[in-house]
């Protein structure tokens, strides 16, 4: 699987910058449609990193609609949520945090959106292999109970593969948007 992860990172590292921002604009197109963030209140986006599609207009958007805007923080080996305010640190793996600010847990946001090395037709998630997102989210393997928040994949249309071969801990997404498509 790692060199799986290393090839769709080089897909998306190759990506040029013009081209990336023009592909951050689409996926907005994308999102928009999602009909559960017309209603949405407390919304995760995250804080690009390693060559990972832009949410930042994504943020604006929801900026506009005076949602509440949460970014993840590392807690432990799992995920809370931060406010997104003015003061940010990076974490152990470099990427900005939001400091100072309210923190919630996920089973409190309306939706979340999240990064993704890889995913299928099927919405499988192949994430950097840290199992960060998976050991947070893991309430949602009963999904008649926790129907929220909605979970969905951010990602180049170049992520998508054949086949992920799912784990026991792997947890479903709602759906993967790309810019130019959403796999519901």
Known sequence: MQTVRQS????????????????????????????????????????????????????????????????????????????????????????SEPIATAILGAKQLDIIFMPLVGFDENKNRLGMGGGFYDRTLDFKKNPTNYRQPKLYGLAFDCQKIDKIDVQTWDIALDAVITPNKIYR
């Not at 080089?10 to 999102?31: F, G, N, P, S, T």
């Not at 958007?61 to 509440?68: F, T």
């Open 8 to 95: 769709l990172r080089l897909k998306r590292q190759a990506i040029r910058a013009h081209k990336r921002e023009q592909l951050a604009q689409q996926l907005l197109y994308q999102v928009r449609k999602i009909n559960s963030i017309q209603h949405a209140q407390k919304v995760s986006l995250y804080s690009k990193h390693d060559n990972e599609i832009d949410t930042k207009h994504i943020y604006s958007l929801l900026k506009k609609q005076d949602v509440d805007i949460y970014f993840p923080i590392l807690d432990g080996r799992k995920l809370k949520f931060a406010k997104v305010g003015k003061y940010f640190k990076k974490n152990k793996f470099g990427i």
